[in-house]
């Protein structure tokens, strides 16, 4: 008979899943945290965070270059069905200069993000890559969906060091629904090239989407732990009126912070950001975050003009403050939490033990020895 994972105590599941069990019946029991075992799940995964990444909290400059996109994912406003969004594509010098601008505020890293726009060749964000490399320190993060293995290896060849691309859900019946004519396994599979390029790599999912049990959940972290992401951005499903999900009901923000909470702690030394949807669907969401798991912000430096285009859900974008005092506002809730602001790019620690290696192994093969 199959037993009911609500009868796992929820102590019994925290301890195991706190000292490494990845069992779904303790996962979603954890999932199914109520009442006072919402404080204590969200304690032990600060107390692992705190840990194994520390107080710093790492600030990633987000850039939106362009919101043309090939693509129809049904939850998204950018789906090219949708007719009524204007599209808008940042110049190569403009995304360069925005790269620096956030050099000089003080950020160490930048994601470039975009649709799966074919406008953009890759040879055009390859040089940009190149140039943010040799004029700024930023560690330089990329996601532009899904491409070819040999693209992903010119990316990583012009200098890019992380890639993202969410699963967005490891139900791969609900992911060929949401995304007609692709498939779980090719995203699967792409994470894994760009894995074994040398990328860190980042996964996530949404939370809430039509269709989703607290079964499939289970599945998105246990997918998340299989993959060894180095980053996992989890956020709310918010439906956006010009897509065929616009009638239903959006992700739960408490719902959320617990798969962060156990994200956390099945991925101890993952980067695991407070998500723009997250804070878009709860006043004080990015501060929940912070203090259920997440360690990482990514504030938005598309420029003022274009912020609201990027419109995957209603309400993002909408903070059109300055960089500079949007980086203030930031700083400041990190601070009035205790925390303090990475100064470092936020490497994943695994990947610099891997470049490492790489590097003396090169230095070795070179002839030049080492001691
Ligand atoms: N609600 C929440 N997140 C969304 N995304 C796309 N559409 C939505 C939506 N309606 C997220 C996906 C995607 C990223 C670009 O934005 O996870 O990976
Ligand atoms: Fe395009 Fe990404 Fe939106 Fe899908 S989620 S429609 S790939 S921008």
Excluded at 77 to 97: D, T
Excluded at 110 to 136: A, K, N
Excluded at 190 to 210: E, N, T
Aim: aromatic residues 6%; positive net charge; charged residues 20%.
């Amino acid at each position: 008979m199959k037993t009911d994972a609500s009868s796992v105590p929820f102590d019994v599941a925290l301890e195991a899943v706190n000292a490494g069990s990845t069992s779904p019946k303790h996962i979603r029991r954890l999932l199914l945290a109520a009442g006072d075992e919402l404080a204590a799940l969200f304690e032990v995964a600060d107390v692992k965070r705190r840990q194994s990444v520390g107080d710093a909290v790492h600030l990633r400059a987000i850039i939106e270059f362009s919101s043309h996109c090939v693509r129809n994912c049904s939850y998204c406003g950018l789906r090219v069905g949708n007719k009524r969004l204007a599209r808008y594509r940042l110049s190569p010098e403009e995304i360069v200069a925005t790269a620096q601008e956030a050099e000089r505020l003080g950020y160490r890293s930048v994601v470039l993000q975009s649709g799966e726009d074919m406008g953009f060749s890759m040879e055009t964000l390859c040089d940009v890559v190149r140039e943010i490399r040799c004029h700024t320190d930023l560690a330089v993060t990329v996601s532009v969906g899904e491409r070819s293995y040999s693209e992903y290896a010119l990316l990583r060849q012009a200098g890019a060091h992380r890639y993202l691309l969410k699963h967005e859900t490891a139900d791969p019946q609900l992911y060929a629904r949401l995304h007609v004519g692709h498939r779980l396994a090719d995203r699967i599979a792409a994470l894994k090239s760009l894995r074994d390029l040398g990328f860190q790599i980042g996964s996530g999912f949404m939370v809430g989407l039509p269709g989703q049990s607290v079964d499939v959940l289970v599945a998105d972290l246990r997918l998340l732990h299989r993959l060894d992401v180095d980053m996992a951005g989890i956020g709310p499903f918010i439906a956006h009126p010009d897509t065929p999900l616009g009638q239903a009901a959006s992700g739960d923000a408490q719902l959320t912070l617990k798969c962060v909470a156990v994200a956390r702690l099945l991925l101890p030394y993952a980067h695991l950001p407070a998500t723009t949807a997250l804070g878009t669907v709860a006043v004080d969401g990015w501060a929940a975050a912070l203090q259920a798991g997440a360690n990482v912000i990514m504030p938005n430096l598309t420029p003022k003009a274009y912020r609201s285009s990027y419109a995957i859900y209603p309400g993002k974008g909408r903070n059109l403050e300055e960089p500079q005092r949007q980086r203030a506002q930031v700083v400041r809730m990190v601070t009035a939490l205790g925390r303090t602001v990475a100064q470092d790019p936020g490497h994943s620690l695994r990947w610099m033990e891997k470049s490492k290696e790489v590097f003396s192994d090169a230095y070795r093969s070179s002839g030049m020895g080492v001691s």
